[in-house]
């Protein structure tokens, strides 16, 4: 199939756009991925951190009296799970729903919801031509619809 032209955007320039596309839905994954393994990881070690402190009386040791803990050396890292929890939890709304809306940086943020003082056209990627791969698929599909084949 040669490559064709559609409304002045030769096919090389849509397999660029492609590319981009593919690394930019990829840098976007994996911004969520990471805020989802912090808050795994926080809330692993929370879990655990609270088992560890659970009181299990001996044979003969009264069930309702716990010993003696000091919680002096235990607010630091408490404070510091519950930190990676919240901002875990955050990251994962804020990369997640960037990612849903094709969202990488603040310019685009802001030119997607108004906030910015430049008006941008966004091109209609919708009307833009496809590589060859996919305009060969679309020709099979339709021909096995027109029952030519």
Not at 62 to 91: D, F, Q, R, W
Not at 104 to 130: C, D, Q
Request: net charge positive; with cysteine; glycine share 6%.
């Amino acid at each position: 199939m040669v490559d064709v032209v559609s409304e002045g955007i030769p096919v090389q320039d849509v397999e660029e756009f492609t590319e981009k596309y593919k690394n930019r839905r990829k840098q976007q994954m994996m911004r969520f991925i990471g805020s989802t393994a912090v808050t795994l990881i926080s809330c692993r070690l929370a879990i655990t951190r609270a088992k560890a402190r659970h009181y299990v009386p001996n044979m003969f040791q009264l069930n309702y009296k716990p010993p003696v803990v000091t919680y002096k050396g235990e607010t630091g890292p408490a404070l510091v799970l519950a930190t990676g929890i919240t901002v875990g939890t955050l990251s994962m709304l804020v990369s997640g729903s960037c990612w849903i809306w094709d969202i990488s940086t603040m310019k685009e943020f802001r030119e997607i919801k108004g906030f910015s003082s430049e008006k941008v056209e966004h091109p209609r990627l919708a009307n833009m031509p496809l590589e060859s791969d996919s305009m060969r698929n679309v020709y099979e599909r339709l021909e096995l619809l027109n029952g030519k084949k």
